[in-house]
């Protein structure tokens, strides 16, 4: 099996499709996904950090995280109708808590900060009055604002309160335009999948990865959600891939390296035709 997927990644990486390498299309999707999960990452520790320095729970309106240059920063704001930055935690690549930069002097919002915190509000009051977003038992809807370059952009994900647990799906994605007005909102995932870890009986499968299916509605590739999911819990699933199978494609991210190759599916169904034909011959020669 392993061998299969070396010659498929190597394989990927060659000029043989006669189009497009969907791999290289992919590759857009793949930087926002990291952009997500930097975000994601200064918001998890972040939040820490913060409610470890500020006994002040009560004075805290929200908190949202972005990428400053090569920092990521998680930002908290005040509890009144024109709020206030209280405390701004400022992480390196690496997101150490113990070389993160801590200042809890108040200050205006940024004319960046303030548009995130623009859409972020309006993400927040759709949420709450539009039945297409959906709630599960034990899950978080997390509000991730992203503003890059011209594109404004609300994901939502849904994150779990349990350990020993991954939860694609159930992610949503609302764009704005330069005014902040809402443009669009839609479902990324028409479902939830949750995929365990840690048990006994995903020990065999904890090693390799895991696999989901994805509906033609959602797309051919793997979801900035996805990749931003994948970084955020394969080092705790211990996973060393995860696959995600389109209508089209076999997307296949390296949970070592963080990259994304994306293989035609009848390119994979010929070679593993061409390997059964082979296993066949082998058992007649053993036989004859």
Not at 15 to 41: C, D, W
Not at 57 to 70: L, R, V
Not at 154 to 176: A, H, M
Request: net charge positive; glycine share 6%.
């Amino acid at each position: 099996m392993n061998k299969i997927f070396t010659f498929l990644l190597t394989l990927s990486t060659l000029s043989v499709f006669g189009q497009i390498n969907p791999t290289e299309e992919a590759q857009p999707i793949v930087a926002e996904g990291k952009l997500l999960y930097k975000s994601e990452m200064a918001s998890w520790y972040g939040t820490d950090l913060f409610l470890e320095k500020n006994k002040g729970k009560e004075n805290i309106g929200g908190y949202f995280s972005y990428t400053d240059n090569e920092n990521s920063k998680c930002i908290f704001f005040s509890k009144v109708d024109k709020p206030k930055v209280i405390g701004t935690i400022s992480f390196d690549s690496t997101y150490n808590v113990k070389t993160a930069n801590v200042n809890l002097t108040v200050r205006e919002f940024t004319k960046t900060e303030n548009d995130l915190y623009e859409i972020r509000k309006l993400a927040l009051t759709e949420i709450n009055s539009d039945t297409l977003f959906k709630t599960y038992k034990n899950t978080n809807l997390n509000l991730i604002p992203l503003i890059n370059g011209k594109d404004k952009k609300v994901y939502v994900l849904t994150g779990p309160q349990n350990s020993g647990v991954v939860i694609f799906g159930n992610d949503y994605l609302l764009t704005f335009d330069e005014s902040n007005k809402l443009l669009v909102r839609k479902q990324l995932h028409m479902n939830i999948i949750p995929v365990y870890y840690g048990g006994k009986e995903e020990k065999g499968e904890s090693s390799f990865g895991a696999v989901h299916s994805r509906l033609p509605e959602t797309g051919q590739f793997m979801t900035a959600t996805d990749i931003c999911t994948l970084m955020l819990y394969e080092k705790f699933a211990k996973w060393k891939q995860h696959m995600v199978v389109s209508e089209k494609y076999m997307n296949i991210w390296s949970c070592e390296t963080d990259q994304l190759t994306v293989i035609p599916r009848d390119v994979v169904e010929k070679i593993n035709n061409d390997q059964e034909k082979g296993n066949k011959k082998d058992k007649k020669k053993k036989t004859e």
